[in-house]
Structure formats: C-alpha cells, structure tokens
C-alpha cells in the first residue's frame, strides 16, 4: 500500500493556522436523508461563513446548521424511511436509488456560477458538472471504496457463495461510478478508501484525509476485572453480511475451537445473503444479541474479550471503533478502514481478507495479551476521532488546495 497517505494533523490553531472566516467561493451540502457526518460538514462550513445552503430530505433542521440555510424536501426523507420500513432491503435501496435524479435536479436549481459542491455517490451527478462547467469545484464524499472496487470485491463475494443477488442495485453503481468521473476531490474517511481511489487513476493531490468524527464518550474502558478466560468471547456488532465477511468469521472461531474454548457473539441483524450459510457453522455456538442502545452496546462490548472483523469493504467501521474505545483488542482486515486504528501487536491485529485461519491466529494472541497485561490502552483514540479533529483536518485541506484564506 502507498506510504504517502495523508496521517491526522494538529487542530489548526494549534498547528499555527488561525481560522479565517470565509473561503473562495461558497458550498452546497447535499444528501437525501440525515447522516453524521454530511452534517459535520455543513456545520463547519457554517462556522466559516462558507455554506450557502445544507439540502435534504429531513422534515427538520439540524443542531449547529443554521435554519435560513437549511433547504427540507421532506418528501425525499418519507420515501426513503417508507420503503425501508416495509419492503426488502434490496428492493428498498433499489428505489432510493431511483429517486437520486429527482433529487439532484432539486438541488441543481440552486448551484450559482462558482460555487463548491459536496455530496456522495449518485446523490449529485448534476450538480457535480454544472459545478465543474461555472467555475466550482467537487468534493466526493466517500463513505465507501471506489464504486468499482466496492461492486468487484462484494460481487466475487455473491459468486464465491453462489448469492444471485448483486452486492447491491446495479442503478445505484451506475450513478456512483457517472458522479466519481466529476469529482474534484474525495474525502477519504480511510487508507483503504483512499488506495481504492489511488488505484483508479486519482492523485495523492486529490484525495483529502477525512475520518468520521465519531461520539466515543459513553465507550470508555472499566477498571474491572477481565471476564472469565474460557471460553473466548470474540463479540462483532453491527448487520452480519457476506460484505462484512461473516463466513471468514464464523470459520476462524471455529478454527480457534481446536484449541480453545470459544463463543461467537453477533447483532441479531442478518442480511439475506447469510440466512443459508448459517446453518453450514451449526458447530459454532453463536450468542446473539438484539441491536443496542450506545449505553448498553458499550457494557455489552466490556462483557467481551476480543472484537473481530473480517469486512472485505468498508469506509471507516464505526463498530471497530466503538470496541476499541472500550479497551477490547480487535482483529480487523484492512478493508474495514477502521484498521488504521490499529497498533498490530498493542491493540490488536490486522489480518487479510478471506484468511479464517490467520484471523483465528490473530484472535488468540489478543487472547494471551489481554490476560497478561489487561486491557490496552486506547490512546488518542477519542481525540483521533473528535469533531474538532474533522473540523481540523477539513479547514487545512481547504487551505491547502487555495480554498481557504490563511
């Protein structure tokens, strides 16, 4: 993997870069339906006097965005939650996809000759090149790996376990793979995200370090005593899904069985393509667990020893992060982004993808150095991962590429 990837940078007045209100031109911040860390964005460049408008399909506005440059579709948002609520996940995400145009050409309307547009994949493919023809510049926010690299490694996964199914719907790749041909520059949340990019033809000048701002106040390790040895408890959060590499899971805790004792504990949260593969690891015994609230996810990571995720794509694995922040070593694969977290042989390891048995290996040296040295220490982590850091990281990009003053 390249060595030139961007690492975390001080906050900016600390690094001598005072803030100066105002950049070269003002932004659109784009997204249908509410996530974090669009918001982060948008809230940062309000901050700076630079955001000439937040646009989505939420019925209300959001803490820190100011409501005057708050634009609501919530007709966009309805749609979305209503298809995910009462139809398949794929069929959900195939009409989300569908509605992308339609949102897009709403949020055209309003892109001035020389303003900035920040938005994902498929969400702006509009905006993007009218952005681009008047003088403005794109920024991809990149909550995955390239589209090419996202559909290639998860459709592989569908023919390895014979899933007819795509890795998701083939519309949603198309507009992902059209809006990455216009795009300025990409918020990389991760070097697995940003080598994708890399690898495709985009520079090093291009790709802006950007890992999600995450809350990990309420993950926080206990001065407690390390629950019981045996068995292992290797615990992993979040949906179990091929992409998430749940087989690879499930036969490196059986692995780590020939020798140890050993339990697998996942979310209650299984996605079509895993229902028959299951029952192929009746032999390992699996806790599941119901989705959790923040509070009781992090008590539940605490009754655990070591997390473990073998994703074979990922942006940034906020769930890694949430173990980590509870003092748990978790084995992770580089895909998951979340591995650039990682202190191989401190607080945990980093394995490739699809290898059971290096994962299985990797398990049980967490093992042995939990019960020889307790719980390791989490570092920088929550200052790594804090909204001031995002904000650091995003206005020193900006000034590096001339869009902010110093």
């Avoid at 007709?75 to 609520?85: D, E, Y």
């Avoid at 993950?219 to 408890?233: D, G, L």
Wanted: charged letters at 25%.
């Amino acid at each position: 993997m390249s060595s030139t990837l961007s690492s975390p940078v001080l906050p900016a007045q600390a690094a001598g870069n005072p803030i100066v209100h105002g950049t070269k031109g003002q932004f659109i911040v784009a997204a249908p339906e509410r996530v974090n860390y669009y918001e982060d964005y948008a809230r940062v460049l309000a901050k700076i006097d630079s955001l000439y408008g937040y646009f989505t399909g939420n019925r209300r506005g959001s803490k820190g965005i100011p409501g005057e440059l708050t634009y609501l579709n919530p007709l966009f948002g309805l749609f979305i939650n209503g298809t995910r609520r009462t139809l398949p996940g794929y069929t959900a995400e195939w009409l989300r996809a569908a509605i992308h145009p339609l949102f897009d050409r709403w949020v055209s309307i309003d892109v001035k000759p020389g303003m900035h547009v920040l938005s994902s994949f498929g969400y702006a493919n509009r905006c993007f090149k009218k952005a681009r023809a008047n003088g403005g510049k794109t920024f991809l926010e990149a909550g995955n790996s390239h589209p090419e690299n996202f559909w290639n490694t998860v459709k592989e996964e569908h023919r390895r376990w014979k899933v007819r199914r795509p890795p998701y719907p083939p519309n949603w790749n198309r507009q992902g793979r059209e809006m990455v041909k216009h795009a300025d520059y990409v918020l990389a949340p991760s070097k697995y995200v940003a080598q994708s990019f890399l690898d495709r033809g985009f520079t090093q000048e291009q790709i802006i370090h950007s890992p999600f701002a995450i809350n990990l106040d309420l993950f926080r390790p206990k001065n407690e005593e390390i629950p019981p040895s045996t068995p292992i408890r290797v615990v992993c959060t979040g949906s179990v899904s091929l992409r998430k590499g749940m087989p690879y899971l499930m036969e490196a805790v059986r692995i780590v069985r020939k020798t140890r004792d050993a339990v697998l504990v996942l979310t209650d949260s299984v996605e079509s393509s895993m229902k028959d593969i299951i029952p192929k690891y009746s032999d390992v015994p699996i806790e599941w667990a119901p989705p959790k609230p923040h509070a009781e996810l992090a008590e539940h990571l605490r009754g655990c020893h070591v997390f473990a995720l073998l994703s074979l794509e990922e942006g940034f694995a906020r769930t890694a992060a949430e173990a980590l922040a509870c003092g748990l070593p978790a084995v992770l694969t580089f895909n998951t982004g979340s591995a650039d977290c990682i202190k191989p042989g401190v607080n945990g390891e980093i394995v490739p993808i699809r290898d059971p048995q290096a994962a299985a290996e990797a398990i049980l040296k967490c093992h042995e150095r939990l019960l020889e040295k307790g719980r390791p220490e989490i570092g920088d982590l929550h200052e790594y991962l804090s909204l001031e850091q995002f904000e650091a990281r995003f206005l020193n990009a900006l000034r590096r590429i001339g869009l902010l003053e110093h």
